[in-house]
């Protein structure tokens, strides 16, 4: 005869599902956008009069940043101000590759942009004015520098505390625990990642920039500062390919590390007991769901295995399903 116990995730608890720096990233985006926004108005008015390709590359590759900026800063605060509301069934924490894979075709759109731009010119130059182009380029590149150093560190993912969740007939157990470190890249905050590359996708850019105006200044080559807007839109391209992967794994719940989902079977599996089935998926910056269902023949509830399982730091929400078939 067999016997079913059930596990259920509700209890009347919170879900949520932020970084430990999730308002120290949302200030930082918010004051890169205040730097952004400035030298994007700058190289592009200056890149239009002065008639520099690159420059003007460099000013709409910087607008992307700053609209990029603009999604993770309203990605923080509407995850911040809503983290508590019940109708986000597993909390907000997943925003943040939202606005990540948001910014991705964004920075895609506009790579386009700027390569079909430079095609054009590369069939009918212009004229440069090197003088007054090249310093308005490296001020942005000094503009980018500062901007990367205000965002650096806000990869660092954040954890919060546990909350596992078991019920066994009518017993409810709701289980509290610390995060451990992780580095891999299921636990990153995407939306400070996102903020990030971009800033340094735009220093590259920069870079560009201005080593086409120089050599076109210096060895007559004008074909140096659209062959800098072709490149420029490849850097981007590729930076908004690996946005839009790594978030679009996480918005389709695709399991985020299969090393840990073997080490999860083996731990469960590891007396004799059989894992028919085992769903892990991201929650948030630093915290996994779970959803573990076990049979067994020996007389064990979801307590036992939630022992087994507290190992596993990251594991913020967990449910444990066991079938008995012990006669």
Request: glycine content about 8%; charged content about 15%.
């Amino acid at each position: 005869m067999k016997s079913l116990i059930t596990a259920m995730a509700w209890d009347g608890h919170s879900h949520v599902f932020l970084g430990t720096g999730h308002e120290q990233n949302e200030r930082k985006t918010w004051a890169v956008i205040v730097l952004c926004t400035a030298m994007m108005l700058v190289e592009i008015v200056g890149g239009s009069v002065y008639g520099s390709l690159a420059l003007v590359a460099d000013g709409l590759h910087m607008s992307t940043h700053a609209g990029a900026m603009l999604i993770a800063a309203l990605a923080y605060t509407y995850a911040r101000r809503h983290a508590h509301d019940a109708r986000f069934v597993f909390g907000t924490g997943k925003l943040g590759d939202l606005a990540g894979f948001s910014s991705a075709i964004v920075l895609a759109m506009i790579a386009v942009l700027i390569g079909y731009e430079a095609i054009f010119r590369f069939l009918s130059p212009i004229p440069i004015h090197f003088t007054e182009a090249i310093p308005i380029a490296a001020v942005g590149l000094i503009v980018n520098i500062v901007s990367a150093w205000l965002l650096s560190g806000g990869e660092r993912h954040g954890h919060g505390h546990n909350h596992r969740h078991d019920v066994t007939f009518e017993e409810h157990s709701h289980e509290h625990a610390a995060h451990a470190g992780h580095s891999s890249s299921a636990h990153r905050d995407n939306n400070i990642r996102s903020a990030y590359i971009h800033v340094l996708a735009d220093a590259a850019v920069s870079v560009l920039a201005i080593t086409g105006l120089v050599l076109a200044r210096s060895f007559g080559w004008m074909w140096m500062d659209p062959l800098a807007g072709v490149i420029g839109a490849l850097v981007i391209a590729n930076w908004s390919y690996g946005l839009v992967r790594d978030t679009g794994r996480i918005l389709l719940d695709m399991n985020p590390d299969q090393r840990m989902t073997a080490k999860l079977r083996e731990a469960i599996e590891s007396d004799g007991d059989r894992l028919v089935d085992l769903h892990l998926w991201r929650l948030g910056p630093g915290h996994l769901g779970a959803v573990v269902s076990v049979v067994t023949s020996k007389p064990r509830d979801c307590t036992f295995y939630r022992a087994r399982l507290k190992d596993f730091k990251s594991l913020s929400h967990v449910t444990v399903e066991v079938t008995n078939t012990a006669a």
